[in-house]
Antibody, heavy 123, light 110 residues
Framework: QVQLVQSESEVKKPGASMRVSCKTS????????IHWVRQAPGQGLEWMGW????????TYAQRFQGRITMTRETSINTVYMELTNLRSDDTAVYYC????????????????WGQGTTVTVSS | QSALTQPASVSGSPGQAITISCTGT?????????VSWYQHHPGQAPRLVIF???SRPSGVSDRFSGSKSGNTAFLTISWLQAEDEGDYYC??????????FGTGTTVTVL
């Protein structure tokens, strides 16, 4: 079955960088977009960006521009999300989620989600 | 890109129907039929219940239905059950080739 398995929780200091991995299985890795979404404590879901695993092209939410990079390693069916210059308000649960097929005419829906990675930013 | 606007909370009795609204703009909901809805229980990953405005993934109850009018999308849950309690988020594709979530709605079954 389709699975997305994320890396373990992390604690980071302000100003540091984080990198969360999302290992996929059960489908053809290069044919579905991968999204990254986060939820800060007491807040709602926030879309961060998405990546096309075949081309390695990514689009980011404006508020993260300059601090975020999404990449993929096709040999191990894994996507990475790096966020730099961390602040306390980056403390959140980070999710990867499978989007639509890259060849479809739709852009709607994230149908399989990772288990979430808690990142705590604290001095 | 500002979050789509949802009511903070909606409640209903078992067996009733409730509707959650999700208001966007002419840069997202108003021009695309790429609206999806997610159910989110604390400590779990979100679950897709509606995509492409009104399509249901396999395995999702037909008590969940979606629609859209202008810049506003709607999620209706019919025959409300206790298991439907939780947070619900809408999402839309945007003219910037990004996505945006709604502010979230807590559903309470009385």
């Amino acid at each position: 079955q389709v699975q997305l398995v994320q890396s373990e929780s992390e604690v980071k200091k302000p100003g540091a960088s984080m990198r969360v991995s999302c290992k996929t299985s059960g489908y053809t890795f290069t044919t579905y977009y991968i999204h990254w979404v986060r939820q800060a404590p007491g807040q709602g879901l926030e879309w961060m960006g998405w990546i096309h695993p075949r081309t390695n092209g990514a689009t980011y939410a404006q508020r993260f521009q300059g601090r975020i990079t999404m990449t993929r390693e096709t040999s191990i069916n894994t996507v990475y999300m790096e966020l730099t210059n961390l602040r306390s308000d980056d403390t959140a649960v980070y999710y990867c989620a499978r989007g639509v097929e890259t060849t479809t005419k739709s852009y709607s829906g994230m149908d399989v989600w990772g288990q979430g990675t808690t990142v705590t930013v604290s001095s | 890109q500002s979050a789509l606007t949802q009511p903070a909370s909606v409640s209903g009795s078992p067996g009733q129907a409730i509707t959650i609204s999700c208001t966007g703009t002419t840069s997202d909901i108003g021009i695309y039929n790429f609206v999806s809805w997610y159910q989110h229980h604390p400590g779990q990953a979100p679950r897709l219940v509606i995509f492409d405005v009104d399509s249901r993934p396999s395995g999702v109850s037909d008590r969940f239905s979606g629609s859209k009018s202008g810049n506003t999308a709607f999620l209706t849950i019919s025959w409300l059950q206790a298991e439907d309690e939780g947070d619900y988020y809408c999402s839309s594709y945007t003219s910037s080739s990004t996505h945006v979530f709604g502010t979230g709605t807590t559903v309470t079954v009385l």
